[in-house]
């Protein structure tokens, strides 16, 4: 199996502090932020950030859900680590400052790919 990564990155008009407190309030901010493609998001622990254990289901394609169940790191530095349990995917959300009153928030997340044919 190949490791597979996708990344994509915004600059957000608020300090990195502010942001990076939105993506770790598991509780309230982030299923606001959470497109249709995801379902069923349950907090199971914690709920801000180090410690949180996170379920949801992911429509990856429209044959394929993933039933995630994420456990939540802060390792340092401005980054938030979801880990999750089911799969071999890690997703590491990095909040640096980008200007006065800006943040830039990169998320990247990496998964052992399938092998064979489809």
């Not at 410690?51 to 790191?73: F, I, M, N």
């Not at 890690?90 to 990496?110: F, H, I």
Request: with cysteine.
């Amino acid at each position: 199996m190949a490791q597979v990564e996708a990344t994509t990155e915004r600059i957000i008009a608020a300090d990195p502090e502010t942001v990076f407190d939105a993506l770790a309030d598991y509780e309230n901010t982030r299923a606001k932020l959470l497109p249709q493609q995801f379902s069923e998001y349950e907090v199971r622990e914690g709920g801000d950030g180090e410690g949180s254990l996170v379920h949801w289901k992911l429509q990856a394609t429209s044959k394929r859900v993933r039933d995630c169940l994420l456990e939540v790191t802060e390792p340092s530095d401005g980054r938030l680590v979801e880990k999750d349990r089911n799969s071999s995917m890690v997703t590491t959300w990095t909040v640096t400052p980008a200007g006065e009153g800006r943040s830039k928030a990169v998320v990247t997340t990496v998964w052992d790919g399938a092998g064979g044919i489809g």
